[in-house]
């Protein structure tokens, strides 16, 4: 029984380190074009709260180095990106500057699990800094 278990461990920790050589990570293309944002402090609140999935300046935790998280991560960045991307802006046309505004407002952006257990704490916005962006993006994204 002791040899099965050994086995056993020995084979999760090495399909745990061939993970790690399959190299889908989180890339940060360059910045192409930002909105025309319609004050600092909605690019700030932006920021804040939205780049780390919405634009190419993702700051990577170091858990989202480490398989299989880094997969989801990447993975959850680059569905982000595909619906909307605050560093390859390309004007209002098919942004969904509405939906944006819409899901900051219903509290769905950015996600509850985001913020779990403290690790994106400065993107939890207040009812009033929510309120805020969400003004700041219907202008930004508008234009």
């Known amino acids: 029984m002791r040899r099965k ?28 074009n930002e909105p025309k944002w319609d004050s600092p402090v909605t690019r700030q609140l932006a920021v804040r709260a939205c780049y780390d999935c919405h634009s190419n300046e993702v700051k990577t935790p170091w858990y989202g180095k480490v398989a299989p998280l880094s997969w989801w991560l990447t993975n959850h960045v680059d569905d982000g ?11 209002p046309r098919g942004e969904g500057a509405g939906d944006a505004v819409e899901t900051v407002r219903n509290g769905s ?13 400065s993107a939890n916005l207040t009812k009033a800094e929510a309120d805020a962006l969400a003004r700041g993006l219907r202008v930004s994204l508008s234009r």
């Open 5 to 32: 278990a050994l086995a056993f461990g020995l084979s999760i920790v090495g399909a745990f380190l061939l993970m790690q050589l399959v190299p889908y990570r989180i890339s940060n293309p360059p910045v192409r």
């Open 81 to 91: 990106r595909a619906a909307l991307n605050f560093s390859d802006w390309k004007g």
């Open 109 to 121: 952006m950015p996600p509850s699990y985001y913020t779990w257990f403290g690790l994106h704490g």
